[in-house]
C-alpha cells in the first residue's frame, strides 16, 4: 500500500532517533480511514523531497511503546525527527498544499 | 469539456456519478484528496440502509458506491476543489493540481463539516485530546475517562463506540432529550459505562500538552463543575460545506443550498445540488442518495433540452485544459 519503510518499537532508535536525516514518522493504524487516505501523499512528499526529508510509518497496533511515548491521540499523526527530537507534529489527514506547507521548512 | 462534473464523493455525489454514468453522461467526479468517501469513511456499522440486511461497515458502503460508478464509466479524481466559475453555459473547476475542467452541469455535494464548538484552546488541543473522530482515535482511550458531546445519531453512536475502549464515556448535552433516534438512544441507555450529562455545556478545556479535563456548566441553574478526563469528543452536528459557491449559489438562511422545491436545480441553470449541503433536516445516507438520484436526472433532462450546438461541444474525452 505505501513504499514507506515501516519502523516498530524494536527499531525506533536505530531508524529513527540515532539518524542523521530528517525523519518524519507517519503514526497510524489499518482501520483508520484519514490514514489510508494521507499515505499516498506522504509518498508523494517523500519522493519529490528524497535529498531532504525521509517518510517512514509506525503502525500504532502493533507497537504501542512508541505510540504512547509520543502521546499519540489522534492518527494520522506525523512527528518530524531531528536528532532524535520531535521538531515538528502534523494532525490529521490534509491535502498535499496543506502538508507541504505545514512542512514547509524541511522541503526548502 | 464534460457533460456533467460531480464535486463530492458521499452517498449523493456517488448516486449521481452511477445515474449519470447509466445515462452514457461520463461523469467526472471530483472526490477530494483526503475525504473521498465522505462522512460514512468515519462510521462502523450501518444497520439502516436499505439492501443490507445484516447491516454493512460505513467504508465498505462507500467502496462498494465508488466500485458501481466506476463500472459504468465515472472517471475519479482525487483531488480538491479551490474554484468554481458556475455563470454561462459552460461551467469551470479548478482543481488543486492545477487543472481546469470544464462542463455544461455540475453537481455540487460537498456534504457538510463538523461543527466545532467554538471554545478557547478547542483549535490547541485539537488531535490532543480533542477529537471529531471516534472510530479514528477512540483506540487512544483505552481504560480512560472521556467525554462525548451532542445529542444526535453520531453523539449516541461515538458514545456507545467509545465504551469498547474508555472505562467511562460522559455524554453532555445541553438539552434534557436527546434529538437521536430511538433505536440510538436505547442502546446508549442501556450501556453501563455511559452517563448523561443533561443540561450542560462545555465551557473550558484544559490541558498544557493532552486533554486533562472540561469545565461545564449547567444550563439550569449556572451550576459549574469539572471533570477530569482525557479524551473529548465533539458531535454537535455539522455544517453545509459552501465556501466555493459563496457569492454564486444563493443559500438559505440556514446555510444550505437553496435549489427549487423538491428538485436539485439552484439559481445558476445547469448547477444542481445534493445531499447535506441542501438539507437541513434528515442528513442520512439514504436520503443523499436519494438527492443524488434528483440531481443527475435534472442534469439529463437540462442537458436534452440544450441546442444541439452546445451539446456538441461537451465531448466524452477526459479533457483538462
Redesign the interface.
Same mark, same amino acid.
Given at each position: 500500500m505505501s513504499n514507506a519503510k515501516d519502523v516498530t518499537d524494536a527499531t525506533f532508535a536505530d531508524e529513527v532517533l540515532n539518524s542523521p536525516d530528517t525523519i518524519m514518522v507517519d503514526f497510524w493504524?489499518e482501520? $483508520?480511514?484519514? $490514514?489510508r487516505?494521507?499515505s499516498p501523499?506522504l509518498d508523494q512528499i517523500a519522493q519529490e523531497n528524497s535529498d531532504k526529508i525521509k517518510i517512514v510509518k509506525l503502525n500504532?497496533?502493533d507497537n504501542p511503546q512508541m505510540?504512547m511515548k509520543y502521546?499519540?491521540?489522534?492518527?494520522p499523526?506525523m512527528k518530524v525527527f531531528r536528532g532524535g527530537e520531535v521538531v515538528k507534529t502534523v494532525?490529521?489527514?490534509?491535502?498535499?498544499?496543506a502538508l507541504e506547507a505545514d512542512l514547509a521548512e524541511f522541503l526548502a | 469539456m464534460r457533460h456533467v462534473i460531480i464535486i463530492g464523493s458521499g452517498p449523493a455525489g456517488y448516486t449521481a456519478a452511477i445515474y449519470a454514468a447509466r445515462a452514457s453522461l461520463k461523469p467526472l467526479l471530483i472526490a477530494s484528496s483526503v475525504e473521498a468517501g465522505g462522512e460514512l469513511m468515519k462510521t462502523t456499522e450501518v444497520e439502516n440502509y436499505p439492501g443490507f440486511a445484516e447491516g454493512i461497515q460505513g467504508p465498505e458502503l462507500m467502496a462498494q458506491m465508488l466500485a458501481q460508478a466506476e463500472k459504468f464509466g465515472t472517471e475519479v479524481v482525487y483531488d480538491d476543489v479551490v474554484k468554481l466559475e458556475l455563470e454561462g453555459d459552460v461551467k469551470r473547476v479548478h482543481l488543486g493540481n492545477g487543472d481546469v475542467h470544464e462542463a455544461l452541469t455540475v453537481i455540487f455535494a460537498t456534504g457538510s463539516a463538523y461543527r466545532k464548538l467554538g471554545i478557547e484552546d478547542e483549535t490547541r488541543l485539537s488531535g490532543h485530546g480533542v477529537s471529531w473522530c471516534a472510530t479514528c482515535d477512540g483506540f487512544f482511550f483505552r481504560q480512560k475517562t472521556i467525554a462525548v458531546v451532542g445529542g444526535g445519531d453520531s453523539a449516541m453512536e461515538e458514545a456507545t463506540f467509545l465504551t469498547k475502549f474508555a472505562d467511562k464515556v460522559y455524554v453532555v448535552h445541553r438539552k434534557d432529550e436527546l434529538r437521536a433516534s430511538k433505536a440510538m438512544q436505547e442502546r446508549a441507555f442501556a450501556d453501563p459505562k455511559i452517563e448523561f450529562l443533561w443540561n450542560n455545556e462545555v465551557k473550558h478545556i484544559y490541558g498544557d500538552e493532552l486533554v486533562t479535563g472540561i469545565g461545564i456548566v449547567n444550563t439550569v441553574d449556572g451550576s459549574e463543575r469539572t471533570i477530569d478526563l482525557s479524551g473529548l469528543f465533539v458531535a454537535i452536528g455539522a455544517d453545509p460545506r459552501t465556501h466555493l459557491v459563496h457569492g454564486q449559489l444563493e443559500l438559505n438562511p440556514d446555510g444550505t443550498v437553496k435549489v427549487d422545491g423538491r428538485s436539485s436545480r439552484t439559481n445558476i441553470p445547469g448547477v444542481f445540488a445534493a445531499g447535506d449541503v441542501i438539507d437541513p433536516t434528515y442528513r442520512q445516507a439514504v436520503t443523499a442518495a436519494g438527492s443524488g438520484t434528483v440531481a443527475a436526472l435534472d442534469a439529463e433532462h437540462y442537458l436534452a433540452a440544450l441546442p444541439k450546438e452546445t451539446l456538441a461541444r461537451a465531448t466524452a474525452e477526459p479533457a483538462a485544459v
Amino acid at each position: 500500500m505505501s513504499n514507506a519503510k515501516d519502523v516498530t518499537d524494536a527499531t525506533f532508535a536505530d531508524e529513527v532517533l540515532n539518524s542523521p536525516d530528517t525523519i518524519m514518522v507517519d503514526f497510524w493504524a489499518e482501520w $483508520c480511514g484519514p $490514514c489510508r487516505a494521507v499515505s499516498p501523499i506522504l509518498d508523494q512528499i517523500a519522493q519529490e523531497n528524497s535529498d531532504k526529508i525521509k517518510i517512514v510509518k509506525l503502525n500504532v497496533d502493533d507497537n504501542p511503546q512508541m505510540a504512547m511515548k509520543y502521546q499519540i491521540t489522534s492518527i494520522p499523526a506525523m512527528k518530524v525527527f531531528r536528532g532524535g527530537e520531535v521538531v515538528k507534529t502534523v494532525i490529521g489527514a490534509k491535502p498535499k498544499p496543506a502538508l507541504e506547507a505545514d512542512l514547509a521548512e524541511f522541503l526548502a | 469539456m464534460r457533460h456533467v462534473i460531480i464535486i463530492g464523493s458521499g452517498p449523493a455525489g456517488y448516486t449521481a456519478a452511477i445515474y449519470a454514468a447509466r445515462a452514457s453522461l461520463k461523469p467526472l467526479l471530483i472526490a477530494s484528496s483526503v475525504e473521498a468517501g465522505g462522512e460514512l469513511m468515519k462510521t462502523t456499522e450501518v444497520e439502516n440502509y436499505p439492501g443490507f440486511a445484516e447491516g454493512i461497515q460505513g467504508p465498505e458502503l462507500m467502496a462498494q458506491m465508488l466500485a458501481q460508478a466506476e463500472k459504468f464509466g465515472t472517471e475519479v479524481v482525487y483531488d480538491d476543489v479551490v474554484k468554481l466559475e458556475l455563470e454561462g453555459d459552460v461551467k469551470r473547476v479548478h482543481l488543486g493540481n492545477g487543472d481546469v475542467h470544464e462542463a455544461l452541469t455540475v453537481i455540487f455535494a460537498t456534504g457538510s463539516a463538523y461543527r466545532k464548538l467554538g471554545i478557547e484552546d478547542e483549535t490547541r488541543l485539537s488531535g490532543h485530546g480533542v477529537s471529531w473522530c471516534a472510530t479514528c482515535d477512540g483506540f487512544f482511550f483505552r481504560q480512560k475517562t472521556i467525554a462525548v458531546v451532542g445529542g444526535g445519531d453520531s453523539a449516541m453512536e461515538e458514545a456507545t463506540f467509545l465504551t469498547k475502549f474508555a472505562d467511562k464515556v460522559y455524554v453532555v448535552h445541553r438539552k434534557d432529550e436527546l434529538r437521536a433516534s430511538k433505536a440510538m438512544q436505547e442502546r446508549a441507555f442501556a450501556d453501563p459505562k455511559i452517563e448523561f450529562l443533561w443540561n450542560n455545556e462545555v465551557k473550558h478545556i484544559y490541558g498544557d500538552e493532552l486533554v486533562t479535563g472540561i469545565g461545564i456548566v449547567n444550563t439550569v441553574d449556572g451550576s459549574e463543575r469539572t471533570i477530569d478526563l482525557s479524551g473529548l469528543f465533539v458531535a454537535i452536528g455539522a455544517d453545509p460545506r459552501t465556501h466555493l459557491v459563496h457569492g454564486q449559489l444563493e443559500l438559505n438562511p440556514d446555510g444550505t443550498v437553496k435549489v427549487d422545491g423538491r428538485s436539485s436545480r439552484t439559481n445558476i441553470p445547469g448547477v444542481f445540488a445534493a445531499g447535506d449541503v441542501i438539507d437541513p433536516t434528515y442528513r442520512q445516507a439514504v436520503t443523499a442518495a436519494g438527492s443524488g438520484t434528483v440531481a443527475a436526472l435534472d442534469a439529463e433532462h437540462y442537458l436534452a433540452a440544450l441546442p444541439k450546438e452546445t451539446l456538441a461541444r461537451a465531448t466524452a474525452e477526459p479533457a483538462a485544459v
